[in-house]
């Protein structure tokens, strides 16, 4: 029954490997999001989908490769590992409102670790 | 873009004071303004938020003020407890752009 889940929680892996992230929601929200959360714990936007559509895509190096196959779910690949990807990676969702912002609700987060 | 600054980034009290933390924004586009809590290896949860038709909002012992004409917002816990200690963001969006947070707030509330 749990609301926005990821897998796996753990990922350690070597320099230059190649690795995704899972990311699904129950919850019958329209919108995902993908943040990371670096060492000194800040939280910053990496893109977010809209019913499977691109639509928030920050500066993030094309290693990142987000893909959303439906709604509810929004996966994140990973190519050529580099020691600065290691952080926690949070997927998010919440219903779209085209007026007012909307409350977000966190997965459990992925934590990257790359040796 | 959205900026958002946070303000203290550490904080102590003694259990049972009150603690207040302070955001700043720079959109004025912005019109939503949730507070997350995060323990030690868990996910931001929700504890509170506010909507910019709204200049404050109370549960329990947190609540939430907003001054738009300033773009300023803070959060205010009373009364706390041991398990209150954990870190605190703010953060700021308007409607169908993602959440731009604060560099957060360590609470540590001492017994």
């Known amino acids: 029954d749990t609301a926005v889940s990821q897998t796996p929680k753990y990922l350690v892996t070597q320099m230059g490997n190649d690795k995704s992230i899972k990311c699904e929601q129950n919850?019958?929200?329209?919108?995902m999001y993908w943040y990371k959360q670096d060492s000194k714990k800040f939280l910053k936007i990496m893109f977010s989908?809209?019913?499977?559509?691109?639509?928030i895509n920050e500066t993030v190096p094309n290693r990142f490769s987000p893909k959303s196959p439906d709604k509810a779910h929004l996966n994140l690949h990973i190519n050529s590992l580099e020691l600065g990807d290691s952080a926690v990676y949070f997927c998010?969702?919440?219903?779209?409102?085209?007026?007012?912002?909307?409350?977000?609700?966190f997965g459990p987060g992925t934590r990257l670790l790359v040796l | 873009g959205e900026n958002v600054e946070q303000h203290p980034s550490t904080l102590s009290v003694q259990e049972g004071d009150s603690a207040v933390i302070k955001c700043t924004y720079s959109?004025?586009?912005?019109?939503?303004f949730p507070w997350y809590k995060q323990e030690l290896g868990k996910r931001p949860q929700l504890i509170i938020d506010?909507?910019?038709?709204?200049g404050e909002k109370k549960d329990q012992r947190i609540a939430v003020t907003l001054n738009k004409t300033a773009k300023h917002f803070s959060l205010h816990i009373t009364e706390t407890q041991p398990e209150d200690s954990a870190v605190y963001f703010c953060?700021?969006?308007?409607?169908?752009?993602?959440?731009?947070f604060g560099k957060g707030t360590t609470l540590s509330v001492s017994s």
């Open positions: 998010a969702s919440s219903p779209r409102d085209r007026v007012i912002g909307e409350t977000q609700y």
């Open positions: 919850l019958g929200h329209d919108t």
């Open positions: 989908y809209n019913n499977k559509e691109l639509i």
């Open positions: 959109d004025s586009a912005s019109n939503y």
């Open positions: 506010i909507r910019s038709n709204v």
């Open positions: 953060a700021a969006s308007e409607a169908g752009t993602a959440l731009i």
